[in-house]
């Protein structure tokens, strides 16, 4: 106890380094400079999401930040922030947009027989750029591989998971 009473308001002790750190929190002018650069920020993602919906950004197979950036006519330092205000990894991001199309030509029977007689892959259409990386985000996600989500023709989102753990016995 001495030690402490010896230390107790000197530079170094715990006092002195309580009281310094709870002078050192943001003034109201910083936060207030925070609240602005967050609403911004979440602002910026829903004009990027907009704009990456309406012109289907996500079907580019080679898309990264960089060029999402480019695209959307900011820096990928300003689009990164953005996505992670808004929760979502941009990886994350693109996966679950080219799902929902993947879905939506599985679901279609009429765009699935064109593509199949014009020999054009599905995943390719819903801008995936190989079905390896597919297959194991399927698997991960939903169960599910690939080659036995085409074969079943199921929707993407059923939430059904097969018996033999993922294995695709082609």
């Not at 695209?71 to 990886?91: C, D, E, H, P, Q």
Request: with cysteine.
């Amino acid at each position: 106890m001495k030690k402490y009473e010896e230390k107790k308001g000197k530079k170094g002790g715990v006092d002195y380094w309580w009281n310094f750190l709870w002078e050192w929190g943001p003034s109201a002018a910083e936060q207030e400079a925070s609240r602005r650069e967050y609403e911004r920020m979440q602002q910026l993602f829903e004009r990027v999401d907009q704009q990456v919906r309406s012109e289907r950004l996500y079907l580019i197979p080679h898309m990264n930040l960089e060029k999402m950036a480019r695209k959307v006519g900011t820096n990928r330092t300003y689009l990164s922030r953005a996505m992670a205000i808004a929760g979502v990894n941009f990886r994350d991001y693109l996966f679950r947009l080219r799902l929902q199309e993947l879905d939506k030509v599985l679901c279609n029977e009429g765009l699935r027989e064109e593509l199949q007689r014009q020999d054009i892959d599905f995943y390719a259409v819903a801008g995936f750029h190989d079905t390896r990386t597919l297959s194991r985000r399927l698997l991960q996600e939903r169960g599910v591989t690939y080659a036995q989500l085409v074969r079943g023709g199921e929707a993407v989102d059923n939430g059904n998971k097969p018996d033999n753990k993922g294995e695709d016995n082609s």
